[in-house]
C-alpha cells in the first residue's frame, strides 16, 4: 500500500517534528521544509504526488502566503490541498488564506487528535 505524501512548512523545528511523528505514525510519508523558499524548493524535488501541503504564515524569507502563492501558479500542484497552521487567528488573514487559495486553518498550539482528523477529511487516511 502506497502512502500519501505530505510536505509540511514552518521555521519552528519543534512543530515540524511534531507534525512530522504525528503524520508518519498514520503511515503518511512526511516531507519538512524550514520556510516558505525552503518549501518552494523541496517541490522541485519531491518526485511522488504531493497529496498536502501544510504550512505555517508567519516565516523569514518567504511566509505562508508567499508559499501558496508559488504552489498555486504551479500546474503539478495547483490543486494540492493547503492547510495553514498558524498562530494567527484574524478574521481578515483567514479570508485572504482563502482567496489565495487555502484549503483549512489550524490555530495553534494545537490537538494532533484534531490535526489528524482535519488531514484524514481532507485527503483521507494514508
Same mark, same amino acid.
Given at each position: 500500500?502506497?502512502? %500519501?505524501?505530505?510536505?509540511?512548512?514552518?521555521?519552528?523545528? @519543534?512543530?515540524?517534528?511534531?507534525?512530522?511523528?504525528? $503524520?508518519?505514525?498514520?503511515?503518511?510519508?512526511?516531507?519538512?521544509?524550514?520556510?516558505?523558499?525552503? *518549501?518552494?524548493?523541496?517541490?522541485?524535488?519531491?518526485?511522488?504526488?504531493? @497529496?498536502?501541503?501544510?504550512?505555517?504564515?508567519?516565516?523569514?524569507?518567504?511566509?505562508?502566503?508567499?508559499?501558496? %502563492?508559488?504552489?498555486?501558479?504551479?500546474?503539478?500542484? %495547483?490543486?494540492?490541498?493547503?492547510?495553514?497552521?498558524?498562530?494567527?487567528?484574524?478574521?481578515?488573514?483567514?479570508?485572504?488564506?482563502?482567496?489565495?487559495?487555502?484549503? *483549512?486553518?489550524?490555530?495553534?498550539?494545537?490537538?494532533?487528535?484534531?490535526? $489528524?482528523?482535519?488531514?484524514?477529511?481532507?485527503?483521507?487516511?494514508?
Amino acid at each position: 500500500m502506497s502512502s %500519501k505524501h505530505i510536505l509540511i512548512v514552518d521555521d519552528s523545528e @519543534s512543530i515540524r517534528e511534531l507534525v512530522s511523528v504525528t $503524520l508518519s505514525a498514520q503511515g503518511y510519508t512526511v516531507y519538512k521544509g524550514v520556510n516558505g523558499l525552503d *518549501g518552494v524548493a523541496q517541490l522541485s524535488q519531491i518526485t511522488e504526488k504531493l @497529496s498536502l501541503i501544510i504550512t505555517d504564515l508567519f516565516m523569514p524569507e518567504m511566509d505562508g502566503f508567499g508559499l501558496v %502563492k508559488e504552489v498555486r501558479q504551479n500546474d503539478k500542484y %495547483k490543486y494540492v490541498p493547503i492547510i495553514m497552521l498558524t498562530t494567527e487567528s484574524q478574521i481578515e488573514k483567514k479570508l485572504i488564506a482563502k482567496k489565495e487559495g487555502v484549503t *483549512g486553518w489550524i490555530e495553534k498550539p494545537f490537538d494532533q487528535d484534531r490535526l $489528524l482528523k482535519i488531514v484524514q477529511k481532507v485527503i483521507g487516511k494514508s
